[in-house]
């Protein structure tokens, strides 16, 4: 079991920053990846940003070149900047533990980017 708890969220004009943060918790070690994808309004669920196993990162497009994230033994931050109102969204803490187990999320942290 792993339990994941977002904070960071919140109301901010194009062009700022935000950072959101995730703290795991529980079966975490060894997990295949950790990371972040959001949902904006009457859209698909997109990656935002991953940790592999490795330690390797792996952005989706939205992001490449405006957010970074890192980890720390237990915490999962995502710094962006240069913020768009197509940023506004839910994003979602993921934790995979690899192929065939259950994923697990956290409940999501809204960031809305006003124009």
């Known amino acids: 079991q792993v339990r994941l708890v977002e904070s960071g969220g919140g109301l901010v004009q194009t062009g700022g920053s935000l950072t959101l943060s995730c703290v795991a918790s529980g079966s975490i070690w060894g997990l295949a990846s950790i990371g972040w994808y959001r949902r904006a309004p009457r859209k698909e669920l997109e990656l935002v940003a991953i940790?592999?196993?490795?330690?390797e990162a792996e952005y989706g497009d939205s992001g490449k070149g405006r957010f970074t994230i890192s980890r720390n033994v237990d915490t999962v931050s995502l710094q962006m900047t240069r913020l768009k109102p197509e940023d506004t969204a839910v994003y979602y803490c993921?934790?995979?533990?690899?192929?065939?187990?259950?994923?697990?999320w956290g409940r999501g942290t809204q960031v809305t980017v006003s124009s």
């Open positions: 993921n934790a995979d533990p690899g192929p065939g187990q259950l994923e697990y």
């Open positions: 940790v592999k196993r490795g330690g």
